[in-house]
């Protein structure tokens, strides 16, 4: 019966590890997860039928029961689950290390399978689910985010701690007569610090990987801020061209007047009036960096073809820096125009209403599919997910900034699926009453 225990507190531990580590979903098909369960219990049969715990059965039913369970590429999962195999193996090796030497004091029946393995897996358990709680899920970095350089690291790295411990051990356990509890403390210790190095390299691993995003993101603002440069310099240089024509028709209007040509200077000013509208800002906030933003992502609408409507004026200045400005508003519409580009009636719609202590922001933009969560809208679909994703994180880092709060939803206006984001941003007449 240990046999089966130990096939299934293997699998859980598999399972815990994969989902939460590599994000990898189960298959929706609920026979391949039933079937996934068979081999993994058939192996523990078939170990305690014939009283033997072979490698081969358990690399078997272990790489079986990964692929059939979860949703991905057939080679991914196989060097996933070896190594997995290989890495779980070595913390297995620590924890029943610890266990023998400094809870049992040398084992009980050498290193076999008894009673207390179990107790083993369930510290191992503890140092995963450690590691999941403390670095991954803290930093919102995941194992399938890291380098495999850093992945390669680790599993040399435990090769090495294993070997030297596997030595250490077999000294230890028939000498441990001979040692008093210094000698227990000793061996205690050094594998928490080898478990402690463990941490320290995926730490490192997750440093590496916060310094890409945050370089990825300055990037993708500078590039936000360089568009919106680009199109006020155009602007900028339209309005200059204009200027230095205005002389040439006002002459040019002055003539025909002057020879009572009324209708031709009519269509004149009509034309010289269109020429002014092409540059002229369209859309007016009441705040003059907002208008920036917004207009901008006018133009491009107009560009692609795309209803653009902006409900609402502010009578104050946002409380908000410029930089906070362009990353809120700039990564809400970057998001909304990318989403309604795809959508077969594409439009964006901003509303903006000021309150006395609050300002509210909703944008909405019509999207390809409806989502069926809210919590979908968190994940990127783009196939480069590595690389994208941030923008909702910035916006929602932003608000918090300015002790707003922000919320996302899927709604349906009209038999239409829209994305709606609402922001609502304390003014700063209501800071200072806080204050």
Request: glycine residues 4%.
């Amino acid at each position: 019966m240990i046999y089966i225990v130990d096939n299934i507190l293997n699998y859980l531990i598999y399972l815990f590890i994969i989902h939460f580590g590599f994000r990898l979903n189960p298959r929706k098909n609920k026979l391949f997860i039933g079937a996934s369960v068979l081999p993994m219990l058939s192996a523990g049969a078939y170990n305690v039928y014939f009283d033997t715990n072979s490698p081969i059965i358990y690399i078997l039913w272990s790489v079986l029961s990964i692929c059939l369970f979860f949703e991905d590429r057939l080679w991914h999962l196989f060097l996933l689950s070896a190594a997995l195999m290989y890495f779980t193996g070595i913390i297995d090796t620590f924890s029943v290390m610890l266990i023998q030497v400094v809870l049992i004091g040398g084992g009980v029946g050498g290193t076999g399978i008894t009673w207390w393995m179990e107790s083993a897996y369930l510290l191992s358990f503890l140092v995963y689910l450690l590691i999941y709680l403390r670095l991954f899920r803290k930093n919102d970095v995941y194992l399938c985010d890291i380098k495999l350089k850093y992945k390669f690291a680790l599993l040399i790295q435990g090769s090495i701690f294993q070997m030297f411990y596997n030595f250490v051990f077999l000294f230890f356990n028939e000498n441990h007569a001979r040692y008093g509890l210094d000698a227990y403390a000793v061996f205690f210790i050094s594998i928490a610090g080898t478990l402690y190095s463990i941490f320290l390299t995926l730490n490192l691993a997750i440093k590496n990987i916060l310094s890409d995003r945050q370089n990825r993101e300055l990037q993708s603002f500078m590039y936000m801020q360089k568009q919106q440069y680009d199109y006020q310099l155009q602007q900028s240089v339209a309005v200059r061209r204009f200027k230095h024509d205005l002389v040439n028709h006002i002459g040019v209007v002055r003539e025909l007047l002057n020879e009572k040509k009324t209708e031709e200077a009519k269509e004149y000013i009509d034309t010289i009036w269109n020429i002014q509208d092409v540059f002229d800002l369209k859309i007016h906030t009441g705040d003059s960096f907002l208008d920036i933003i917004v207009n901008y992502y006018l133009y491009l609408a107009i560009k692609e073809n795309m209803e653009f409507v902006v409900w609402g004026k502010l009578t104050e200045k946002m409380p908000l820096e410029m930089f906070d400005i362009t990353t809120l508003m700039g990564n809400i519409l970057q998001n909304a125009f990318e989403a309604a580009r795809k959508a077969d009636v594409p439009r964006i719609r901003v509303e903006l209403v000021e309150h006395k202590e609050e300002i509210f922001i909703v944008v909405s933009n019509s999207v390809a599919k409806r989502n069926n969560t809210k919590t979908d809208f968190f994940m990127s679909s783009k196939k480069d997910k590595e690389n994208h994703g941030f923008g909702l994180k910035n916006i929602v880092a932003t608000v918090e900034k300015y002790h707003g709060e922000c919320y996302m939803e899927s709604i349906v206006e009209n038999r239409e699926a829209l994305f709606q984001i609402s922001i609502a941003i304390p003014t700063a007449k209501a800071e200072e009453k806080k204050e």
